[in-house]
C-alpha cells in the first residue's frame, strides 16, 4: 500500500531553533496558524511510495548524499504572499541556485508523480490572512541568518498528527570523486 512521503533538506539545529522562536514570537502577535508547530526544512519533493519503493529510494540516497558538500546558506529576504497566503524566508541569490540544483538532481531521481517544484524557502507561517501576513512583514522583514544544508531526509506523513514525521537522515559526504548518477525506480 503506497504512503505520503517527502524528501526535505533538514536545517542545522541552530536554524531550527531559530525558526521555532521565530514562529513563537509570531503566534504570540498573531495567534494560531498552519505550521506553527512544523520543524523548519526545505521541501525538495512529496510523493507516494510502497514500502518496496521506499527501500530502494534509501539505497539510492545513500549513495547520492556522498558525493554532495555542505552549503553554508544566507537567507536574506522575507517574502510575504496574498496569493500563496504564506510569509517564507528565500535564499540570497548565489545560493538558491546550488540549493536548486540538488533539489532538481534529487527530484529527477524519484521517479513517482511528485508535487511541483518552487522555489527554495523555508517557511514561517502558511495559511495566514491578510492581517497576518503584515504582522509578519511589519515583524521579521529585517531578519536574515546564515544556516547550514548538510543533510536530506526522508519523511513519512503521520495522519494520526496531521505532520510529517522523520523516517530517516542523510548526510553529505562531500566526496565529489564517487559521484555517479542514479535513478529511483528506473
Known amino acids: 500500500m503506497k504512503a505520503l512521503y517527502s524528501v526535505i533538506f533538514y536545517l542545522d539545529r541552530k536554524t531550527i531553533q531559530l525558526l521555532n522562536a521565530q ?5 504570540q502577535l498573531i495567534g494560531s496558524f498552519a505550521s506553527s508547530n512544523s520543524i523548519a526544512h526545505i521541501t525538495i519533493a512529496e ?3 510502497t514500502p518496496e519503493e521506499i527501500n530502494y529510494l534509501i539505497q539510492r540516497l545513500n549513495t547520492f548524499v556522498k558525493s554532495q558538500e555542505k552549503l553554508n546558506a544566507l537567507f536574506d529576504s522575507l517574502s510575504c504572499s496574498s496569493y500563496s497566503k504564506c510569509a517564507v524566508y528565500l535564499p540570497a541569490t548565489d545560493v ?8 532538481k538532481a534529487v527530484r529527477k531521481r524519484i521517479k513517482t508523480e511528485k508535487s511541483d ?3 527554495p524557502h523555508i517557511s514561517l507561517g502558511r495559511k495566514l490572512s491578510e492581517q497576518q501576513l503584515k504582522s509578519a512583514a511589519d515583524n521579521f522583514s529585517d531578519v536574515t541568518f546564515e544556516c547550514e544544508i548538510g543533510q536530506i531526509a526522508l519523511r513519512k506523513y ?3 498528527i496531521g505532520q510529517f514525521t522523520i523516517e530517516k537522515q542523510f548526510t553529505f559526504g562531500g566526496n565529489r570523486s564517487g559521484g555517479t548518477q ?3 525506480w528506473s
Open 117 to 119: 517544484i518552487c522555489t
Open 182 to 184: 542514479l535513478s529511483f
Open 158 to 160: 503521520d495522519p494520526s
Open 47 to 49: 510523493f507516494s511510495a
Open 96 to 103: 538558491e541556485s546550488k540549493i536548486h540544483d540538488i533539489t
Open 23 to 27: 514562529k513563537i514570537n509570531l503566534r
